[in-house]
């Protein structure tokens, strides 16, 4: 193993993050579930009725600005920056999420802003837009229509005159079960980060609340970084990933499925995959079904390792943390298909950073944001076990062999010769360059070699754009295709069933109308809709009034 271990000396600890941790085995019993996340503590009558008072009032502003700016595209916009503060207020209140006593006070000022906010709103001023330091942002999310809230870092020396854009990285939190919306937007009204990147913005996606930013989660970093990109200059080739505990595993998650599209990527502690991690966290032995073990590939890292050769990645952990597990499989991973990881270890701590060490991470990470992102690097390296992630810089894969299991494509270009591809598990793929990028400008007929049968491809066009659709006819052989005439019904990217595309994006769920013919069956499916309805709000901070809307109407 070619790992690049690295210690740092120095004995003092510069910062502590939530450690992941579950309840082990017994919580493989439906019975034993917890609720996530927990009850909270009793509102006192007098807190409540002031904080009712406080949300009805701030509720008839946001109605009220709803009507003036309906024609004013502009400012409606920025209503979701107030909506957040009624929402996680409300939310608090009505599912019992106080946790804290101090939560009552954190309450209050949250309305306080809000209103504030509202007001300025009225006559058309929004002063938050051009504040530095913490700044607490909203969107409308297109998967439910929820307001989202996310928190932002702007340096002092960000400008908001001129075209300079700034360098951006994504900080995913550790766990929390009582990271309500409320404490969120607490802390990042209060509290600075764990990092501070040389001039640049930190991104902190709240990741519908505490799930490591899966499904629901990991649109929520795509709709904040594009709401982000409205009012704020973001260098695209100066993006990073990063997160610690189970942020650190969020940070595996989006390094190997999005490769293309960050500078670098620094994962700290978490966990990277499924089996062994429950081994050695918890001493529990999994005993998978089919299906599931299927399903693992999604979640396991360690089987997209290969994507990292094109995403510069530095891994961190304690070196007494239980959770340097996740960063020592990923080092065998990345191993066995020639990619040697470099991670850096915190002598003598256990979950916690050690400034030596971060100091490091930080030194390295300037030097490759400074040289930004490679946008058509010469090799890409693509594999994937699902079309939801069908996609590495130049190189698409449109259509699997077999779903869900292994598809790689290792392309290379080469002028003036062309572009040389080796592909496995494959039936459809795509080479894609955009305007003024493809570097076969001048070869006149291109030729594509994949899997050693050579094939003849489109000229490059004026603006320097290329791209040509390869698909493999029943005999195995290869063919040039226009991508276009296929209208047979197949998984495509986005469109590949509930398993790969669930909470991704606006959906409805409609119960059985009239009376079923086995009225238990009736019983459970009206249970399982109001449960799934639940489960939404809970584990995604979502809007679930839509659906309560259609499964009535449908039972009417």
């Not at 938050?128 to 700044?135: D, E, F, I, N, S």
């Not at 990147?197 to 899966?214: D, E, F, M, Q, T």
């Not at 650190?248 to 502690?269: E, R, S």
């Not at 005999?475 to 398993?499: A, E, F, M, T, Y």
Request: proline share 5%.
């Amino acid at each position: 193993m070619n790992a690049k271990v690295i210690f740092l000396t120095g004995a003092v600890v510069l910062m502590a993050a939530m450690g992941a941790w579950a309840d082990g085995p017994a919580d493989n019993k439906a019975e034993n579930v917890r609720r996530i996340p927990p009850v909270g503590m009793e509102v006192p009558k007098e807190t409540e009725t002031e904080l009712r008072a406080g949300l009805a009032e701030l509720g008839g502003k946001i109605n009220d600005l709803k009507k003036s700016l309906a024609k004013e595209p502009k400012w409606l916009d920025l209503l979701p920056d107030v909506e957040i503060y009624h929402k996680a207020v409300s939310y608090a209140l009505d599912y019992q999420e106080f946790h804290r006593k101090g939560e009552f006070t954190a309450a209050k000022t949250l309305l306080e802003t809000g209103s504030k906010r509202a007001e300025d709103l009225k006559v058309r001023k929004a002063p938050w837009l051009m504040q530095k330091g913490l700044v607490v942002r909203g969107y409308r999310s297109r998967i439910d229509a929820s307001v989202q809230p996310y928190g932002l870092e702007i340096p002092e020396s960000y400008s908001f005159e001129g075209s300079a854009s700034s360098r951006l990285d994504f900080w995913f939190h550790g766990r929390g079960e009582t990271l309500s919306e409320l404490s969120f937007i607490n802390q990042r009204s209060r509290s600075k980060g764990k990092i501070k990147p040389p001039n640049g913005i930190v991104l902190h996606p709240y990741g519908r609340y505490s799930n490591a930013n899966k499904f629901a989660g990991e649109v929520d970093l795509f709709e904040a970084l594009d709401h982000a990109r409205k009012y704020y200059r973001i260098d695209d080739d100066r993006i990073l990933v990063r997160g610690f505990s189970m942020g650190g595993a969020a940070c595996w998650q989006f390094a190997v499925h999005f490769a293309d599209q960050w500078v670098a990527a620094q994962p700290g502690a978490g966990f990277s995959e499924t089996p062994d991690f429950l081994r050695t966290f918890q001493k529990e032995t999994l005993t998978p079904t089919p299906w599931e073990k299927t399903l693992w590939h999604w979640y396991d890292c360690t089987d997209w390792a290969i994507n990292l050769s094109n995403c510069p990645t530095i891994a961190y952990s304690g070196e007494i943390d239980k959770q340097k597990q996740a960063a020592d499989i990923m080092v065998k991973a990345m191993d066995q298909v020639g990619l040697d990881l470099v991670h850096i270890i915190g002598p003598g701590v256990a979950h916690k950073f050690h400034p030596d060490s971060l100091a490091e991470i930080e030194s390295r990470l300037a030097i490759i944001a400074d040289k930004g992102r490679v946008r058509t690097p010469r090799v890409v390296r693509l594999t994937t076990w699902t079309l939801k992630y069908n996609r590495m810089n130049w190189v698409t894969i449109d259509e699997m062999s077999e779903h869900w299991k292994r598809a790689q494509v290792d392309a290379e270009w080469e002028w003036p010769n062309g572009v040389f591809v080796k592909a496995e598990g494959v039936q459809a793929f795509s080479l894609e360059f955009d305007p003024g990028e493809c570097p076969l400008d001048g070869v006149k007929v291109p030729v594509v070699e994949i899997n050693g049968q050579g094939l003849e491809a489109p000229q490059v066009r004026s603006d320097r754009s290329w791209k040509v659709h390869f698909v493999k006819t029943a005999k195995g052989k290869w063919q040039v295709d226009d991508g276009k005439s296929d209208s047979s019904l197949k998984k495509r990217h986005n469109l590949q069933g509930p398993i790969d595309d669930a909470f991704m994006d606006s959906f409805v769920m409609v119960a059985p109308t009239g009376e079923a013919m086995n009225s238990k069956v009736g019983e459970w499916v009206k249970k399982e809709m109001d449960h799934a309805v639940t489960h939404w709000r809970q584990q995604f901070r979502g809007d679930a009034r839509g659906w309560l809307r259609i499964t009535r109407w449908t039972r009417n």
